[in-house]
Nanobody
Framework: QVQLVESGGGLVQTGGSLRVSCAASGGTFSSAGLGWFRQAPGKEREFVAA????????VYADSVKGRFTISRDNAKNTMYLQMNSLRSEDTAVYYC???????????????????WGQGTQVTVSS
């Protein structure tokens, strides 16, 4: 059973930067694809970014491409999301997730992720 804990959220002004982290314990973190999703009030949880288990591939939602960077440190069982040039529409609760093992990688598909963190709030104010 993988347990995930996000941290690093907070309040930032438009155009600012923030880095959120996701620490994992209790499972095969280094063997799995990882992803970040976000959910704004009244909206469905949406894909933000994903990274393959071997760090060779990354995928981004069009809305964050060029502004956000996903990374992982398998030795520390930790994943990061560096967010730059933040906009008000980036305001949401950000969740990290571990992709299902043993099958094809579907980085943008929410239902293919088996473990989720509790989320961290990111608020961008103008």
């Amino acid at each position: 059973q993988v347990q995930l804990v996000e941290s690093g959220g907070g309040l930032v002004q438009t155009g600012g930067s923030l880095r959120v982290s996701c620490a994992a314990s209790g499972g095969t973190f280094s063997s799995a694809g990882l992803g970040w999703f976000r959910q704004a009030p009244g909206k469905e949880r949406e894909f933000v970014a994903a990274i393959s288990w071997n760090v060779r591939s990354t995928v981004y939602a069009d809305s964050v491409k060029g502004r956000f960077t996903i990374s992982r440190d398998n030795a520390k069982n930790t994943m990061y999301l560096q967010m730059n040039s933040l906009r008000s529409e980036d305001t949401a609760v950000y969740y990290c997730a571990v992709h299902r093992l043993g099958g094809p990688w579907y980085p943008t598909v929410r239902d293919k992720y088996d473990y989720w963190g509790q989320g961290t709030q990111v608020t961008v104010s103008s």
